[in-house]
């Protein structure tokens, strides 16, 4: 029998898949391809395939036979039980030193488990998060791959070719160890939460309080394209306010029944957060608020029911959109700035070393939050590594000075229109709680004593016989408790 010429196997053949097939077929590599449903291999191979180098198989045996050594297979099926059930049936074919790649959009604990089981077996595991919807996968997507350190020399030639380039940079890097690739793209699903509620909330101010036309908030966004907010998801929202409805020429968006889907990965993102107990808000936010628009019948019933002003009136329409501009800005700055605190969390707790240069870079191009934005995060930490929080770099200290005001008169209008604006209120909040030295926790912390005995520290410098420094104390501050205070656990 001749050498396999396979040089990389994908299960899967949706779209993604197919384009994915395609897009390494293009940069030179030869692909084996295979679905459960064979006669799509058929179909593909007499289609788009036709005359690339492109190899279908019949069976997963075959698919494996057909490959070079250490395999190298990357499963772009549903996350979730199909994934265990492919590796299944890949494992009696495999050898050890193969490659397995996750391409779906797996929750990162399977991932991690995948690890260790496959690991026991000599097989290596990658868990990549893949963005860039179709046309990403086509043309270049983000690749964010995480998992077994030795499988990264054998993929990662045919990762960056295949990967969307910044600045002829390939947007793919190797994350870390296990389910990193995996989380870093779950923290990308859910920062592309964040920015999409943003600019849903701008878009519901221009409409409801500054009652432009879709046309002319289309404008907006075209213009706010060229600036500081360029990014994929401006252009985009762009584009859906300028189409119409070919049967009668109106705006098609104005048709859509406004209750959000999610598949869930951004609320892993919030549970997440709140686990590793950072103030990811923005994210948790654009969670809650897809969830609120999706009981619209509750809410037509509200509607009807509970009272609110009227949307204030807007003199100066130039200085509305300006305004917005900021706040979009601003929020924007915030809610990376959240996802960075998370992505830094967890790497102390997973014991991961994650590298955040490569993970904006990741971002910066191909993937669905890609912006020039995140060439300006990449460049921070590049500058800084370390770099504690990306409000302290110069250059996002400057903007979010800068767009202050605009940010608060923005969300002035919006809260005295009684529109909601959640995301842009939770930024502020953030924004605000991170810079007070000072918070009101002391009152809480005395709360948790009164009713439950939960103890409290002193700051510094204002103990005495009473209230001595550096311990836990308990006051007994009715006359009647006793003295005992209770002892701490974690839910
Ligand atoms: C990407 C996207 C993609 C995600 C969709 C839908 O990076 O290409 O993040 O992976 O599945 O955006 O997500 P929701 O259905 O949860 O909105």
Avoid at 188 to 209: P, S
Avoid at 329 to 357: C, D, H, T, V
Wanted: hydrophobic share 40%.
């Amino acid at each position: 029998m001749s050498a396999p010429t396979g040089d990389i196997g994908l299960i899967g053949l949706a779209v993604m898949g197919q384009n994915l097939i395609l897009n390494a077929a293009d940069h030179g590599f030869t692909v084996v391809a295979y679905n459960r449903t064979v006669a799509k291999v058929d179909e593909f191979l007499e289609g788009e395939a036709k005359g690339k180098s492109i190899i279908g198989a019949k069976s997963i045996e075959e698919l494996c036979k057909n490959l070079k050594r250490p395999r190298r297979i990357i499963l772009l099926v549903k996350a979730g039980k199909p994934v265990d059930a492919f590796i299944e049936q890949l494992l009696p074919h495999l050898e050890k030193g193969d490659i397995i790649i996750d391409g779906g959009n797996s929750h990162f604990p399977d991932s991690n488990r995948r690890f260790e089981e496959l690991n026991k077996q000599g097989i290596l595991f990658v868990g990549s998060g893949v963005s860039g919807g179709e046309e990403g996968a086509r043309n270049g997507p983000s690749l964010m791959p995480g998992g077994h350190p030795d499988a990264w020399p054998h993929i990662k030639e045919i990762f960056q070719s295949i990967a969307a380039k910044s600045d002829g940079e390939p947007c793919c890097d190797w994350v870390g160890d296990a389910g990193a690739g995996h989380y870093v793209k779950m923290v990308h699903n859910g920062i592309e939460y964040g920015d999409m509620q943003l600019i849903c909330e701008a878009y519901d101010l221009m409409k409801r309080v500054g009652k432009f036309t879709n046309k002319e908030m289309g404008d907006v966004f075209a213009k706010w394209n060229k600036g500081v907010l360029d990014s994929f998801l401006i252009e985009i929202t762009r584009d859906i306010l300028y189409f119409n409805d070919p049967t009668d020429n109106t705006p098609l968006l104005e048709k859509i029944l406004d209750t959000a889907g999610q598949k869930g990965t951004g609320k892993w993102t919030a549970i997440n957060a709140l686990d590793l107990g950072m103030p990811v808000t923005l994210i948790g936010e654009a969670v809650f608020s897809r969830c609120l628009s999706a009981i619209k019948d509750e809410r037509t019933t509200a509607s009807k029911k509970l009272t609110g002003p009227e949307p204030v009136a807007i003199t100066d329409k130039q200085q509305f959109v300006d305004d917005l501009e900021q706040a979009l800005y601003a929020s924007k700055i915030i809610s990376y700035a959240q996802g960075f605190m998370l992505i830094r969390e967890a790497a102390k707790e997973y014991g991961w070393k994650l590298n955040n240069p490569a993970i904006a870079l990741m971002w910066r191009g191909g993937c669905i939050i890609r912006s020039v934005f995140l060439g300006e995060i990449t460049s921070a930490f590049r500058e800084n590594p370390d770099l504690e929080n990306l409000l302290f770099h110069p250059f996002f200290n400057k903007a979010i000075t800068e767009a202050q005001s605009g940010w608060r008169s923005t969300i002035g209008k919006a809260v005295a229109s009684g529109i909601p604006v959640p995301a842009f209120t939770t930024a502020l909040s953030f924004y605000d709680g991170y810079r007070s030295e000072v918070l009101p926790a002391n009152l809480l912390q005395a709360q948790r004593d009164y009713f439950g005995a939960h103890t409290f520290q002193v700051l510094p410098g204002k103990e005495n016989d009473f209230l001595k420094k550096g311990e836990w104390i308990h006051v007994n501050w009715t006359g009647r408790g006793g003295n005992v205070s209770a002892s701490t656990y974690d839910a």
